[in-house]
């Protein structure tokens, strides 16, 4: 079964870039699946940021794409999101999740959560 | 982009009750209907309930059923229990740069 994880520096300084890691475990992120990040906030609910595959191609939410940055790492079954230059407005709990077969940016399986807070 | 527009903000119902949440797209969302229902709990990992508008996803009992086409679209959960106190959201996966409805809160009384 397949199980998520995120990691994550929890407080970040405006301006700053958070990075963020999911480790995956019960598959590979080389096989057939995107992966993708979703992030929850007090005021805009659930956000897509986006999606990865395993060649390393990207789709982003066009409203994050200047900030985001995702890569993924098949040697320590992992994917990353750099998001630069954050404000208050990224406070979130952030999310890595695995996409359905059927499309990339429908998530079946997620991680539990982390909290990223942007404060000085 | 497209907008989803869910209603009520907050439903508060009691166990065994059924419940019915509303998702309205801003544009079509197509033949394929390309919509999504989640329950979100804190602290937990956020759970895939319908895709395709209507189809199940894996080991979502059939108390969960998702209806609608075109614009309007419906998550109805029957026979409430006390842990399906959470937040649902819809989302619609059919354009680039998929977007979520704001949610609803279900409170069990």
């Known amino acids: 079964q397949v199980h998520l994880q995120e990691s994550g520096p929890g407080l970040v300084k405006p301006s700053e870039t958070v990075s963020l890691t999911c480790t995956v475990s019960?598959?590979?992120?080389?096989?057939?699946?995107?992966w993708g990040w979703v992030r929850r906030s007090p005021g805009k609910g659930l956000e897509w940021i986006a999606t990865?595959?395993?060649?390393?191609?990207?789709y982003h939410n066009p409203s994050l794409r200047s900030r985001v940055t995702m890569s993924i790492d098949s040697s320590k079954n992992q994917f990353s999101l750099n998001l630069k230059s954050v404000t208050a407005a990224d406070t979130a709990v952030y999310y890595c999740a695995r996409a359905h077969v059927v499309a990339t940016d429908l998530f079946d399986h997620w991680g539990q959560g982390t909290l990223v807070t942007v404060s000085s | 982009e497209v907008v989803l527009t869910q209603s009520p903000a907050t439903l508060s119902l009691s166990p065994g009750e059924r419940a019915t949440l509303s998702c309205g797209a801003s544009q079509n969302i197509g033949s394929f209907n390309y919509l999504a229902w989640y329950q979100v709990k804190p602290g937990l990992a956020p759970r895939l309930l319908i895709y395709g508008a209507s189809t199940r996803a894996t080991g979502i009992p059939d108390r969960f059923s998702g209806s609608g086409s075109g614009t309007d679209f419906t998550l109805t959960i029957s026979g409430l229990e006390p842990e399906d106190s959470a937040v649902y959201y819809c989302q619609q996966y059919v354009s680039s740069g998929s977007t979520f409805g704001q949610g609803t809160r279900l409170e069990i009384k």
């Open positions: 019960g598959l590979s992120v080389s096989s057939t699946f995107y």
């Open positions: 990865v595959y395993r060649d390393g191609s990207t």
